[in-house]
């Protein structure tokens, strides 16, 4: 018996862009104002009077090989063997990975629930041999739903008739939902003018808006006329910002706790490790401590924090989001027994733990690239070099976090300055020779990295490599082993850090999918 595999084929020739799709999708499933699991996105091309209007409807693509399954760190995201990507929001520990994996923002967090959703095929409906309610409810037949793998259905026949094209399938996600007719400019993000003009309201400023349209004046039909006859979107659904400042925030933390350990543990695994005093045990507790704060800061981002003990209890393997906690979980009791032992003077067990606890303390410092790299709808973030950005940001964060300590530690030696210079030279040919100087791989990768380079996030950017890179350098170049120059250059370092995280996670987040 050959296995089902659904999906949905829309027919933009008969489509009249009615919404009736979208109104029965939230009857049928209750889903809540301001969030949509099915909507019509409409582009205009022309100069009057030679104009036209296209629509498309959009929604989740039930891809083949579905990112925010793989990202899922709960299996709360899962794939049905019949082809439906389906959710369990009892497990779904809200924490937006799944809406940073999809190319096609189909995806949300329900406003009432706290978990994430989207358009699950009508599964309670199918599993009874029904067709998903917007199928039904099509006054045109716009809407073709069913077993692609059947050779004698509607829809096989017509995808395998019919020139039909599929959104973004250079991501390799193999969606399953095709477009007979597609508009270049409505299929593409980012062709069609995004200026704010709406056929009926005005999108209300702010990056997580999650309730409905609003009215505006002067925001009719043909009160925005584009003269140069170029696409204006002039209709389609906002979507939230899912990550803020506790990501860019935990990136630092996590570059301070696993900074401390790898310095300080280098220094334990002399030949003849320093007895227990505050030039070690200070950056011990330091690093636990910078630890503990990434943790609680991974848990405040959650939209269900109360279930963060589901990627312990349930774990879904492929996920980084997963495999970075227990990554933290272990450097953590490393980095504890390493702080016990050293107290309690046992010389041999020091240094077997922080052998042990060397690489942890790098996969700790290191996994957000991966986790990035799942990431799918952020392209910015699938540079090759973000691992090694990482790992460098972290010995740098380390080094910054000594030269602030040295003013009230004394005897702390003179080799941190240079090992910040080392790091910080290191970060500097990342950042402009390296993530922005070399092509990116798509256009919605260069689109965000203009943003951070020449656009709303330029300010951030530029202070963190003027001020939080080219600065510090200078000032262990020419301050030396002086205190003061090494705390300041150490501040500026870390400010200049969360200033790059800041544009680095934030940019890529306000390129359309959609």
């Known amino acids: 018996m050959t296995v089902q595999n659904y999906g949905f084929l829309i027919d933009n020739r008969r489509c009249i862009g009615c919404h009736a799709c979208t109104t029965a999708c939230k009857a049928e499933n209750a889903v809540p104002v301001g969030v949509n699991r099915t909507w019509v996105k409409y582009t205009e091309k022309g100069v009057f009077p030679d104009t036209r209007r296209y629509f498309q409807v959009t929604r989740c693509n039930h891809c083949a090989n579905p990112p925010c399954v793989h990202i899922c760190p709960t299996a709360a995201m899962f794939r049905r063997a019949d082809g439906i990507v389906e959710f369990d929001n009892a497990y779904c520990i809200g924490c937006k990975a799944c809406l940073q994996a999809c190319p096609y923002d189909a995806i949300y967090i329900d406003p009432d629930t706290h978990t994430a959703a989207k358009c699950h095929y009508c599964a309670h409906r199918t599993d009874i ?290 090992l910040l210079g080392i790091s910080v030279a290191a970060n500097l040919l990342l950042t402009l020779g390296g993530e922005f100087a070399v092509p990116h791989a798509s256009q919605v990768a260069s689109t965000a990295a203009n943003m951070i380079t020449h656009g709303r996030y330029k300010n951030w950017y530029w202070f963190s490599v003027l001020g939080g890179l080219a600065a510090p350098l200078a000032l262990v170049l020419l301050a030396g082993s002086q205190p003061l120059a090494g705390l300041l250059a150490g501040v500026l370092a870390l400010a200049g850090l969360f200033a790059y995280e800041w544009a680095f996670v934030m940019a890529p987040q306000q390129v359309p999918n959609s």
């Open 129 to 418: 041999g029904l067709e998903p309610a917007c199928v039904v409810v099509c006054p045109v037949h716009a809407i073709i739903a069913g077993d692609l793998s059947d050779a004698d259905s509607e829809i096989a026949r017509a995808v395998n008739t019919q020139p039909v094209r599929v959104r973004k399938p250079e991501q390799g996600t193999k969606p399953k939902l095709f477009y007979i007719d597609a508009e270049e400019s409505s299929i593409v993000p980012g062709l069609a003018r995004q200026d704010g003009g709406f056929l009926w309201g005005t999108r209300p400023e702010g990056d997580d808006w999650r309730g409905p349209l609003t009215v505006g004046e002067g925001r009719m039909a043909g009160a925005l006329v584009n003269t140069a006859g170029a696409p204006r979107e002039t209709y389609n659904a906002p979507h939230r910002v899912p990550w803020h400042w506790p990501v860019p925030t935990y990136l630092v933390t996590k570059a301070l706790g696993t900074g401390f350990f790898m310095i300080t543990a280098a220094f334990l695994l002399g030949m003849e490790p320093p007895p227990p005093s505050a030039l070690t045990v200070v950056p011990l507790l330091l690093s636990l401590l910078f630890t503990a704060i990434t943790t609680g800061l991974l848990v405040l981002d959650l939209d269900q924090p109360k279930r963060f003990y589901y990627m312990l209890i349930r774990p879904q393997w492929k996920s980084w989001l997963t495999r970075g906690a227990f990554a933290l979980i272990g450097f953590s009791a490393l980095a504890a027994l390493v702080l016990l032992t050293h107290l309690m003077a046992f010389e041999e067990t020091v240094q077997l733990f922080a052998w042990l606890g060397m690489p942890f303390a790098v996969l700790a410092a290191v996994y957000t690239a991966f986790l990035f790299a799942q990431a799918e709808g952020r392209d910015l973030w699938q540079s090759p070099l973000l691992a090694a950005h990482l790992f460098v940001q972290a010995v740098m964060a380390g080094a910054a976090g000594f030269l602030i300590l040295k003013p009230f530690i004394p005897n702390m030696g003179d080799g941190y300055g240079l």
